[in-house]
């Protein structure tokens, strides 16, 4: 299996512009993740899904922050208007939680530059 | 008070020694707890879990869990350069997605 993809790697992008990361879970995995990682706030969950539903969005930041996964292959987060603030690596994880309670699968994250 | 709450280091041993890396959790709820490792630049990646009192090992690594305490910890024997990289200390407190300590930095001296 490839494992969770995300893309693009790398971001650079102005203040107020739109962004959009995209994420393709581990093919069966019925839970997606996306999370945010920063120095000082550490690993922090914005939102995931279940099944393609959203579970639990507390942790997203304000309303310049979506997520959507339209199907079980495929989910994007975006922000719109970007701020500098957003700087950080963005990770998506995925899990089959029958098989390993708790065992993530995270991608190879996408950093974010908000100049 | 963070949900989970480890010491960022960095964390110091030489080459051969024990680590102990430490967590406190504030969740008595919280069931399962894990250590993620993540090397610089990486994303996390699971090495243990362990969800009952006690010890539980796996190779050179032990986890240690002691819900009365709220405490976690995972001790690495022959530490490694290899070894080097920041551990995260999660809990799953089976209502939401896990909740990561800030991690603790680990630098194995050669």
């Known amino acids: 299996d490839a494992g969770v993809i995300q893309s693009p790697r790398h971001e650079v992008t102005e203040m107020g512009q739109e962004v959009t990361l995209r994420c393709k879970p581990i093919?069966?995995?019925?839970?997606l993740f996306w999370y945010r990682q920063t120095m000082m706030r550490g690993l922090e969950l914005l939102i995931y899904?279940?099944?393609?539903?959203?579970?639990?969005d507390s942790g997203m930041p304000e309303d310049r922050f979506s997520a959507k996964m339209p199907n079980a292959s495929f989910s994007t987060l975006k922000i719109q208007p970007s701020e500098p603030r957003d700087s950080a690596v963005y990770f998506c994880?995925?899990?089959?939680?029958?098989?390993?309670?708790?065992?993530?699968?995270f991608g190879e994250g996408s950093r974010l530059t908000v100049l | 008070q963070k949900e989970v709450e480890q010491n960022s280091g960095p964390l110091s041993v030489p080459e051969g020694a024990i680590a102990s890396l430490n967590c406190t959790y504030s969740?008595?709820?919280?069931?399962?707890f894990f250590w993620y490792r993540q090397y610089s630049g990486k994303s996390p990646e699971l090495i243990m879990s362990?969800?009952?009192?006690g010890d539980k090992e796996d190779g050179r690594f032990t986890a240690q869990l002691n819900k009365a305490s709220q405490y976690v910890s995972l001790l690495i024997r022959d530490s490694q350069p290899s070894d080097s990289a920041t551990y995260l200390c999660a809990a799953d407190t089976g209502r939401r997605a896990l909740t990561f300590g800030s991690g603790t930095r680990l630098q194995v001296q050669p």
């Open positions: 362990i969800y009952s009192n």
């Open positions: 093919s069966g995995h019925d839970y």
């Open positions: 969740d008595r709820g919280s069931q399962s």
């Open positions: 994880a995925s899990s089959f939680r029958g098989l390993n309670t708790g065992e993530l699968f």
């Open positions: 899904f279940n099944n393609n539903v959203p579970i639990d």
